[in-house]
């Protein structure tokens, strides 16, 4: 069994290029197996302690379609032991008010069913105007930008995946 799942959706494919260079940083696919939301049973989490969700933010602060269709099954699953880590793609510049809500929307919902949320991220380095994503002045996860500040991706995703292997222990 791998050590870690990484539940995904992408409508555009910028957060699912951003889950296979996590994949990477953490080891490949024999550290993580990754798992496209659309084709998620609710078992499949069962599979892992240790979990990373990735959403971008659509439609002004709402959920990615795919993980929009499956939000609602996430009040069947007990995540309770799980440590959960959460990043998304968005666009601070264009969505200002509503910049990286997604993953703090779904980060609510999992911490409701018992996970324990890692990886917070600083908010230094970014300029929006409000974001579900902050809680207690951090990102509840990573917050990438392919939209604006694609340059820095590659950077950002490395620290974080090595707070990661940190928190999560692997
Ligand atoms: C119509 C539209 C609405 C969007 N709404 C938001 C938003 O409310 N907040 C945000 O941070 N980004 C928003 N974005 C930016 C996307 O989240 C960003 O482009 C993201 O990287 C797309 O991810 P994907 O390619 O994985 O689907 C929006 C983009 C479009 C085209």
């Known amino acids: 069994m791998s050590k870690i799942g990484l ?26 197996t990754m798992h ?4 998620v049973e609710d078992s499949d989490f069962d599979d892992y302690e240790n979990l990373i969700i990735g959403c971008p933010t659509w439609d002004i602060g ?8 499956y939000y609602d099954e996430l009040d ?9 880590a959460y990043f ?3 666009d601070q510049v264009g969505y200002s008010e509503n910049f990286q809500d997604a993953m703090g929307m779904i980060e609510e919902k999992i911490s409701e069913q018992g996970g324990t949320t890692v990886g917070h991220w600083s908010t230094d380095g970014y300029e929006f105007e409000s974001s579900k994503a902050v809680k207690s002045g951090k990102f509840v996860g990573l917050a990438l930008d392919e939209d604006n500040q694609s340059e820095l991706s590659d950077e950002r995703i490395k620290k974080w995946v090595a707070q990661l292997k940190s928190e999560f222990g692997v």
């Open 7 to 32: 539940f995904y959706g992408s409508t555009t494919g910028k957060t699912e290029s951003a889950a296979e260079m996590i994949q990477q940083e953490l080891g490949g696919e024999d550290v993580v």
């Open 36 to 39: 496209e939301i659309s084709e």
């Open 62 to 69: 709402e959920l990615q379609a795919d993980w929009g269709g």
């Open 76 to 84: 069947n699953i007990d995540f309770s032991g799980k440590k959960v």
């Open 88 to 90: 998304g793609t968005g």
